[in-house]
């Protein structure tokens, strides 16, 4: 059975970087598409970014310029960094796999998500 | 950017019912659409992808038609289990978008 686990921070300041983990078991991260998505409290979902294992990534236009997404395959582990965070940056922050060439099968399995609240 | 616009925002329907919930695309996207369930406090289920094949697990009841820019999600015979919130996504272009979300509520 796959699963996936968010770690990190649950309070980040403003200005700071927020820094998530997601581990992976029941699975080789070295197969499919590593994703972040978050969705702020009481709003809808939006897709940061996914890599590869050979460290392949595409992110969010929207978010390009302030995301980075990194995978370590010993540890069979990829994380998100996302800089220069706002309010507007809270949200519960979800890990997911996704499957086939541009995610064309779908997000099939996800973290549980956990929640970053950016605030001083 | 493609956007994506569901249609209703909220629907009540009672255990039994069909209902049918429509997703648009701002372009076309082929058949590049998924669709999701999520529960309060869950993260999404994946129910249909490339618009129209239902994932493994998922009751037959749920069936998903489209292409190009127009798509539903068509649940037949509601469920207790049912009442929850749809979420369609494209996967045409990196910015992989959601539509807003349509809360399924039990009337």
């Known amino acids: 059975q796959v699963q996936l686990q968010e770690s990190g921070p649950g309070l980040v300041k403003p200005s700071e970087t927020l820094s998530l983990t997601c581990t992976v078991s029941?699975?080789?991260?070295?197969?499919?598409?590593w994703n972040w998505i978050r969705q702020p409290p009481g709003k809808g979902l939006e897709w940061i970014g996914y890599?590869?294992?050979?460290?392949?990534?595409n992110y969010n236009p929207s978010l390009k310029s302030r995301v980075t997404i990194s995978v370590d395959t010993s540890k069979n582990q990829f994380s998100l960094k996302l800089s220069s965070v706002t309010a507007a940056d809270t949200a519960v922050y979800y890990c997911a796999r996704c499957v086939g060439g541009d995610c064309y099968f779908g997000f099939d399995y996800w973290g549980q998500g956990t929640l970053v609240t950016v605030s001083s | 950017d493609i956007q994506m616009t569901q249609s209703p925002s909220s629907l009540s329907a009672s255990v039994g019912d069909r209902v049918t919930i429509t997703c648009r695309a701002s372009?076309?996207?082929?058949?590049?659409l998924n669709w999701y369930q999520q529960k309060p406090g869950k993260a999404p289920k994946l129910l249909i992808y490339?618009?129209?094949t239902l994932q493994s697990g998922v009751p037959s009841r749920f069936s998903g038609s489209g292409s190009g820019t127009d798509f539903t999600l068509t649940i037949n015979s509601l469920q207790p289990e049912d009442f929850a919130t749809y979420y369609c996504q494209h996967i045409y272009i990196t910015s992989y978008s959601f539509g807003q979300g349509t809360k399924l509520e039990i009337k």
């Open positions: 490339a618009a129209s």
């Open positions: 890599i590869y294992y050979s460290g392949n990534t």
């Open positions: 029941g699975d080789s991260i070295r197969t499919y598409y």
């Open positions: 372009q076309r996207i082929n058949n590049y």
